[in-house]
């Protein structure tokens, strides 16, 4: 059974673009996985803590204090219970909202997530995974920013199979609008 693990880290709970066009994604992908299962992990909704130096300590410990890796060890088990990732993400200050890189800092995790020191590999293959960002600029790259930045951090951790769906320049209603149709055109085609 097909399980679909969905991170939102708008600020925005409405009129958010990102969240909107994961809404979009959300429901194609349930049509085409009727008795799919979804996780939803929204990281301005419940906020997650940083990391401390005891979580620090904890991850390179032998015998860890349970309560310095729980939260990390029940956001690992949703990643490893998953076959799909959905990140719906803006840019905040030209980089990934502090919410959802605390979570990635709660779940890049030496022999849980990668093995390795001077060559990291990651343990979490053959799961696909869809970024879905959205920037008041018009990027001018093939990637931005976002896309560049989870990229990194994805492979870090074994998931190289990875789909783009950018709305940038949002700043202007009329591209915003634009970019939104050509996403969604982008989606349906994913999953026909």
């Known amino acids: 059974m097909n399980t679909l693990l969905r991170i939102d880290s708008s600020l925005r709970l409405k009129e958010s673009y990102s969240r909107t066009l994961g809404d979009y994604f959300t429901e194609k992908w349930k049509t085409k996985n009727p008795d799919g299962i979804i996780i939803e992990r929204d990281v301005t909704r419940q906020p997650l803590p940083h990391i401390t130096q005891e979580t620090v300590n904890a991850f390179f410990s032998e015998t860890p204090e349970k309560e310095n890796t729980s939260l990390s060890d029940t956001l690992i088990a949703e990643l490893y219970q998953c076959n799909e990732i959905l990140v719906t993400c803006p840019m905040y200050n030209y980089g990934i909202p502090s919410s959802l890189k605390t979570y990635f800092d709660l779940v890049i995790r030496t022999k849980k997530t990668f093995t390795g020191n001077t060559i990291p590999q990651g343990l979490l293959e053959n799961k696909k995974a869809y970024i879905i960002s959205s920037m008041g600029g018009i990027?001018?790259?093939?990637?931005?920013?976002?896309?560049?930045?989870?990229?990194?951090?994805?492979?870090?951790?074994?998931?190289?199979?990875?789909?783009?769906?950018?709305?940038?320049?949002?700043?202007?209603?009329?591209?915003?609008?634009?970019?939104?149709?050509?996403?969604?055109?982008?989606?349906?085609?994913?999953?026909?």
């Open 139 to 192: 990027a001018a790259d093939r990637l931005n920013p976002l896309e560049h930045h989870l990229t990194q951090l994805f492979n870090l951790i074994g998931i190289t199979d990875i789909s783009y769906f950018p709305l940038d320049g949002t700043v202007d209603q009329f591209r915003a609008t634009e970019r939104t149709a050509l996403q969604k055109t982008a989606i349906l085609k994913q999953f026909n």
